[in-house]
């Protein structure tokens, strides 16, 4: 079955930009659509944006300016960019895709990865 | 944006116990609702979708109603296993979670 893996630098300075991937494995990145959420120490969880297999993209009106998200189908990876961050910014970063033959962006995840810590200080 | 409002925020419950956690959307989302589990530590897990379907796998005591603005899910007997939190996520127009609902051992 379809595996998810985020992988990037545990500690961001501030103002420096976060650089994360998920890596999907067990099945093809092709034809769906997969998202990042994060989740601050202690708090709730937060959608950051999704990327659909042929690149089109969106993201949380709150972060827009400062996310890009994009995909490598040849690595069948995707990826999360977060520029100029801030303590705020500090939180576990979750890769997940959205339900097989769903809605598309507008629906909800069946398979999310173990997740990340990120750590902004410097 | 939709805003989704969970309560209560944490709820103290014993084995055996029918607990119900209620979710009340900004504005109408139909059933575009789902439910999740998380454990500390460990990425959340769908429980429901479009507010009353069992995911597959996830026990029968766990149920969900609602349409419109407000849902609710309920654990018909409380499993030690069900200590958690629990998240809504409407899916109406993109994706926004509610706050969480932190089911504790009373």
């Known amino acids: 079955q379809v595996q998810l893996q985020e992988s990037g630098p545990g500690l961001v300075k501030p103002s420096e930009t976060l650089s994360l991937t998920c890596t999907v494995s067990g099945g093809s990145i092709s034809y769906d659509y997969w998202s990042w959420i994060r989740q601050p120490p202690g708090k709730g969880l937060e959608w950051i944006g999704y990327v659909y297999y042929s690149g089109s993209t969106n993201s949380n009106p709150s972060l827009k300016s400062r996310v890009t998200i994009s995909v490598d189908t040849s690595k069948n990876q995707f990826a999360l960019e977060l520029r100029s961050v801030t303590a705020e910014d500090s939180a576990v970063y979750y890769c997940?895709?959205?339900?097989?033959?769903?809605?598309?962006?507008?629906?909800?995840?069946?398979?999310w990865g173990t997740g990340t810590t990120v750590t902004v200080s410097s | 944006d939709i805003q989704m409002t969970q309560s209560p925020s944490t709820l103290s419950a014993s084995v055996g116990d029918s607990v119900t956690i209620t979710c009340r959307a900004s504005?109408?989302?139909?059933?575009?609702l789902a439910w999740y589990q998380q454990k500390p530590g460990k990425a959340p897990k769908v429980l429901i979708y479009k507010a009353s379907n069992l995911e597959r796998g996830v026990p029968s005591r766990f149920s969900g109603s609602g349409s419109g603005t407000e849902f609710t899910l309920t654990i018909s007997s409380l499993q030690p296993d069900d200590f958690a939190t629990y998240y809504c996520?409407?899916?109406?127009?993109?994706?926004?979670f509610g706050g969480g609902t932190k089911v504790g051992i009373k």
């Open positions: 504005q109408s989302i139909r059933s575009y």
């Open positions: 997940a895709r959205y339900v097989p033959g769903g809605r598309d962006y507008n629906d909800y995840m069946d398979v």
């Open positions: 996520q409407q899916y109406s127009s993109f994706v926004t």
